[in-house]
Nanobody, 124 residues
């Protein structure tokens, strides 16, 4: 059974930083892409970042480009999202997803498994 567990969320003031992590278990992790999505109250889940199976290629939503960095460690079955210069509009529940293929995807349909989410709140 595939399990994804996110951690690292919390409350941070505007301009602050957080590092989210996602630990995967239950299947081969190193040959599939991973991604991060987020969902704010009363909004649809939206793409944040994605990374291909080996970590050589990434993609980001325009709203986070230059502020967020996605990385992975296949030896540890983990993927991380470093978030800098956080803004109030980054407030959301952040979800880690395991893709259906080795290539990264920017749509939720590209992912077959999801974690339970971790809350990120940016507020003074």
């Amino acid at each position: 059974q595939v399990q994804l567990v996110e951690s690292g969320g919390g409350l941070v003031p505007p301009g602050g930083s957080l590092r989210l992590s996602c630990a995967a278990s239950g299947r081969t992790f190193s040959n599939v892409a991973m991604g991060w999505f987020r969902q704010a109250p009363a909004k649809e889940r939206e793409f944040v970042a994605t990374i291909n199976w080996i970590g050589s290629s990434t993609a980001y939503a325009d709203s986070v480009k230059g502020r967020f960095t996605n990385s992975r460690d296949n030896a540890k079955n983990t993927v991380s999202l470093q978030m800098n210069s956080l803004k109030p509009e980054d407030t959301a529940v952040y979800y880690c997803g395991l893709a259906r293929s080795s290539s990264y995807g920017i749509n939720a349909i590209d992912y077959g498994y999801w974690g339970q989410g971790t809350q990120v709140t940016v507020s003074s």
